[in-house]
């Protein structure tokens, strides 16, 4: 089972940026897709943006040209670099890694980390 640990989330300005990180136990090159998916209160969890391992990113239409995945397979780590940020993008974070040595159904899932958009 491979465990995700989130960080980077808090409090920032509208217009401001975030880094969020995702740290696995195990080697992010043997996992089809990580990514980050996010949850507001009373929403529905939603998809913001995807790494294939191997193909192009994919990114939620809401956060195109603001929000930035990469990933780092040495450190086993992806980010989410969040610039120009809004108070709708207040959420829960979730990262998420999909196929490959990851065999539960529906992938495994970070516990989540805060970020509230807020003057």
């Known amino acids: 089972q491979v465990q995700l640990v989130e960080s980077g989330g808090g409090l920032v300005r509208p217009g401001g940026s975030l880094r969020l990180s995702c740290a696995a136990s195990?080697?992010?090159?043997?996992?089809?897709?990580m990514g980050w998916y996010r949850q507001a209160p009373g929403k529905r969890r939603e998809l913001v943006a995807l790494t294939p391992s191997g193909g192009p990113t994919d990114y939620a239409d809401s956060v195109k040209g603001r929000f930035t995945i990469s990933r780092d397979n040495a450190k086993n780590t992806i980010y989410l670099q969040m610039n120009s940020l809004k108070p709708e993008d207040t959420a829960v974070y979730f990262c998420v890694a999909i196929g490959g040595i990851v065999a539960t159904p529906g992938g495994s899932w970070g516990q989540g980390t805060q970020v509230t958009v807020s003057s």
């Open positions: 195990e080697s992010i090159s043997n996992i089809n897709v």
